[in-house]
T-cell receptor
Framework: DGGITQSPKYLFRKEGQNVTLSCEQN?????MYWYRQDPGQGLRLIYY???????QKGDIAEGYSVSREKKESFPLTVTSAQKNPTAFYLC??????????????FGQGTRLTVV | KQEVTQIPAALSVPEGENLVLNCSFT??????LQWFRQDPGKGLTSLLL?????REQTSGRLNASLDKSSGRSTLYIAASQPGDSATYLC?????????????FGEGTQLTVNP
C-alpha cells in the first residue's frame, strides 16, 4: 500500500532529552513536511524539504532539527531546546508543481508527551 | 504572508441537513486549495483538491468551490450523516516558484446529530 508511515504513534520524553520522530513515504514524492498541532489550533509548519539533502525552516523551527538523506525519509528530532514539545506531530508529502498532481497526503501522526 | 481563516469554528446540525463550510485566504496568488478531514487523534485525510484554474470539484456528497479573486472556497456537504462528524481543514499552496508551502486554516469542527 502506498502511503506515509509515522512512528511511533505515542512517544514520551523526559526533560532534557532529545527524541526522534520517524516519517517514511513510498509515494515517490519530492516534498515532505512536518507540522505541529496543538489542541484547538491549526497546523503550524516546522520544517519542509523539496529535495534530498535540502530543507527549509517553517514558522516554528526553533528547538527542532531534520535531515533528508533519502527521498523516502524525513525524520524530525525534538531537541531539549524545545521548551514546550507536548503536541501532536504530523508528517506529509506531495509532488511539487510541475511534477504531477500536488495533492498532499498525511501520516497518522505521533503524539509526543513530556513526562 | 498568507493567512487562511475558516468560519464557523464549530457547527452542529441534525442528520440529513445540507451544510456549507467556509474558507477564506488573503493572498489570491495560489496554485491550488485542498480540503481535508481530521478525525480525533488521527492524521488528515484528503477530500478534494481544486487547482487555481478550476471553479469546483465534486466527490460523492462533497462539492468544493473556489473563487480565487475574492479569496474564498466553500465545502458543501449534502445530506449530512453522523459519520461526517469530524474537523474539516482547508489549505492553500502558493503560486510562487517553489510552491511547496501549505498554509492551513484552524478548521471547522462539525457534529452531525442522529
Amino acid at each position: 500500500d502506498g502511503g506515509i508511515t509515522q512512528s511511533p504513534k505515542y512517544l514520551f520524553r523526559k526533560e532534557g532529552q532529545n527524541v526522534t520522530l520517524s516519517c517514511e513515504q513510498n509515494l515517490n514524492h519530492d516534498a515532505m513536511y512536518w507540522y505541529r498541532q496543538d489542541p484547538g489550533q491549526g497546523l503550524r509548519l516546522i520544517y519542509y524539504s523539496q529535495i534530498v539533502n535540502d530543507f527549509q525552516k517553517g514558522d516554528i523551527a526553533e528547538g527542532y532539527s531534520v535531515s533528508r538523506e533519502k527521498k523516502e525519509s524525513f525524520p524530525l528530532t525534538v531537541t531539549s531546546a524545545q521548551k514546550n514539545p507536548t503536541a501532536f506531530y504530523l508528517c506529509a508529502s506531495s509532488n511539487l508543481p510541475g511534477q504531477g498532481a500536488t495533492e498532499a497526503f498525511f501520516g497518522q501522526g505521533t503524539r509526543l508527551t513530556v513526562v | 504572508k498568507q493567512e487562511v481563516t475558516q468560519i464557523p469554528a464549530a457547527l452542529s446540525v441534525p442528520e440529513g441537513e445540507n451544510l456549507v463550510l467556509n474558507c477564506s485566504f488573503t493572498d489570491s496568488a495560489i496554485y491550488n486549495l485542498q480540503w481535508f478531514r481530521q478525525d480525533p487523534g488521527k492524521g488528515l485525510t484528503s477530500l478534494l483538491l481544486i487547482q487555481s484554474s478550476q471553479r469546483e470539484q465534486t466527490s460523492g456528497r462533497l462539492n468544493a468551490s473556489l473563487d480565487k479573486s475574492s479569496g474564498r472556497s466553500t465545502l458543501y456537504i449534502a445530506a449530512s450523516q453522523p459519520g461526517d462528524s469530524a474537523t474539516y481543514l482547508c489549505a492553500v499552496r502558493p503560486k510562487e516558484t517553489s510552491g511547496s508551502r501549505l498554509t492551513f486554516g484552524e478548521g471547522t469542527q462539525l457534529t452531525v446529530n442522529p
